[in-house]
């Protein structure tokens, strides 16, 4: 005989269900099974069951015709809060009126980005064409002294320069 402590929640409200006839024929075997073996869930359904007739055993209390009608009254009235439309509320204009200015805001930002960009690509920057001629600029004290470009190219095929340590320009 398989004596288990406590009975799972599953396990209880499988109980309850069988109590109400409200299981299948396999789960209905399955608890049969179950209470065949298990001394604790035999106890939990007879428990069940004496709860049940005790239910049965207190007065029938019906509710008075006055609750009723007051009832009815309440379901049949509808406030007019549930029926205005959700754009007719304070709240909803302030957020839509925020939604409104954050989307603009996005596309100002968005422009002023995209003005920027075209901008950067457009107008040319002096400085980067000084740092792109820069090698030309360091050296610019050796070609005057040089006087002509004729002796700098010569210069260059001998490859003297490399000994110094100044790399060979591309022609």
Known sequence: M?????????????????????LDDDETAKIDHLLTRNAVARHEVEALTRVWDLLDVLPKVSASREFSEKTLATIRFQPASITKPIESFAWFEAIKTWLQRGLAAIVIASLAYAGFQVSQRLV???????????????????YREAGSSEFVKELRASHLMEDVGHAPANE
Do not use: C, G, K, M
């Open 2 to 22: 398989d004596l288990t402590p406590r009975l799972s929640t599953e396990i209880r409200d499988s109980l309850v269900a069988y109590l109400d006839n409200e």
């Open 124 to 142: 040319p920057d002096r400085n980067r064409q000084l740092l792109e001629e820069l090698p030309l600029i360091e050296r610019l004290d050796l």
